[in-house]
């Protein structure tokens, strides 16, 4: 069974909302959310420590995007959704933040993060 369970993508028109979450089995520290186009590399959109004590987003979601933690459950409201934002967004998790100080280095793929979702297919048309 998968560590990390991902659900909340589908079609969107642009403006429009989602709302991603990510299920752990366990607490964790550091998590963070991902998203990545065919060919291209993983990009770093939100990260959070300890349920909201800091977060950290991407400049491309800056005011759009809303990284929450609820215990087990990491998600990642998304706003006035753009065509842009169309990707497969991954959850990341890192129990103990062993990936080094917790601030925006979250949102680095090589930050060490030893679970991933399996992805989740977000869509937004124009």
């Known amino acids: 069974q998968a560590r990390l369970v991902e659900s909340g993508g589908g079609s969107v028109q642009a403006g429009g909302s989602l709302r991603l979450s990510c299920t752990d089995s366990q607490y964790t520290y550091c998590m963070a959310w991902f998203r990545q186009l065919p060919g291209k590399e993983r990009e770093g959109v939100a990260g959070?420590?300890?349920?909201?004590?800091s977060t950290y987003y991407a400049d491309s979601v800056k005011g759009r995007f809303t990284i929450s933690q609820d215990n087990t459950t990491l998600h990642l409201q998304m706003d006035n959704l753009k065509p842009e934002d169309t990707a497969t967004y991954y959850c990341a998790a890192d129990v103990y933040c062993s990936g080094g100080y917790p601030g925006l280095s979250l949102l680095s793929p090589k930050y060490g993060y030893s679970y991933w979702g399996q992805g989740t297919q977000v869509t937004v048309s124009s």
């Open positions: 959070i420590y300890n349920s909201g004590d």
